[in-house]
């Protein structure tokens, strides 16, 4: 067994340090919040929330047995793991494991930036796929979508449910680049859903929000090979509340 925290290079530290419960149209949630990210995206939705990527001096990240006996008490319908990246965390796939084999729980990755492998005993995930193009992959994440593209078909293969996201970025991830977002999913298959979110302009960062024109532009686009096509576009204010306004969001602490 892993100590309570692992250090990732960088000095980013690893964990699940955050257990919320809630219930959504009477289907009980149980969400596994991890902390650290291995991407350096330069308009991160953090920034602007103020969320944090990992624990702060006062918290402790959760040992996997203690994780294993809330579940067991809890016994949810779902289990989900939030980041943060979910699939850097080294428990996970222990922890996947036993909501889906011990629980019967439908396990889903609720967001993931495709860079690790979806592991076993996953049902479903959410990829944000941030650009198509490598060279703009590497600008805005510091990183490579190589292993981004290869894992999200990989899942697929598997028979992961999946679904997509990218954000819009004027001038920076344009219209032009969702549609060949959208174009690699369709090779997969048409009927993955797909989210176009609209970029909320982060403290430092020179870049502006599309216009509702744009986004329309970039839904039509994406809609030329997706059949299942949403895109939303929120203000600062709209995403903070979105605790208040969406049910989904609305949970209870428990660890």
Request: aromatic share 8%.
């Amino acid at each position: 067994m892993q100590g309570a925290l692992e250090l990732l290079q960088g000095g980013v530290w690893l964990g699940f340090y955050k257990i919320t419960f809630n219930m959504n149209d009477g289907c009980s949630r149980v969400c596994l919040h991890n902390s650290g990210c291995n991407f350096k995206c330069v308009g991160c939705a953090y920034k602007i929330t103020g969320a944090k990527l990992g624990p702060s001096p006062s918290d402790r990240t959760l040992e996997g047995e203690r994780i294993v006996e809330i579940l067991s008490e809890l016994r949810p319908k779902r289990v989900h793991f939030l980041g943060g990246e979910p699939t850097i965390n080294p428990e996970l796939g222990r922890i996947t494991r036993f909501a889906r084999e011990e629980l019967g729980a439908i396990t889903k990755i609720g967001h993931t930036n495709g860079s690790g492998r979806i592991p076993e005993f996953i049902d479903e995930a959410a990829v944000s796929i941030k650009a198509y193009n490598e060279r703009l992959h590497w600008m805005y994440t510091g990183m490579s979508n190589k292993n981004v593209l290869s894992n999200f078909a990989d899942a697929y293969d598997r028979g992961v449910k999946l679904e997509v996201s990218t954000v819009l970025i004027p001038g920076v991830i344009p219209v032009e680049e969702v549609e060949r977002v959208a174009e690699f999913v369709a090779r997969i298959d048409r009927g993955i859903k797909f989210h176009i979110t609209g970029y909320i302009p982060v403290p430092g960062v020179p870049w502006r929000s599309p216009t509702p024109e744009e986004m329309e532009e970039a839904a039509r686009a994406a809609r030329g090979h997706l059949t299942e096509v949403r895109a939303r576009r929120l203000s600062v204010q709209e995403l903070a509340g979105l605790r208040i306004t969406d049910p989904s969001f609305r949970s209870t602490r428990v660890a």
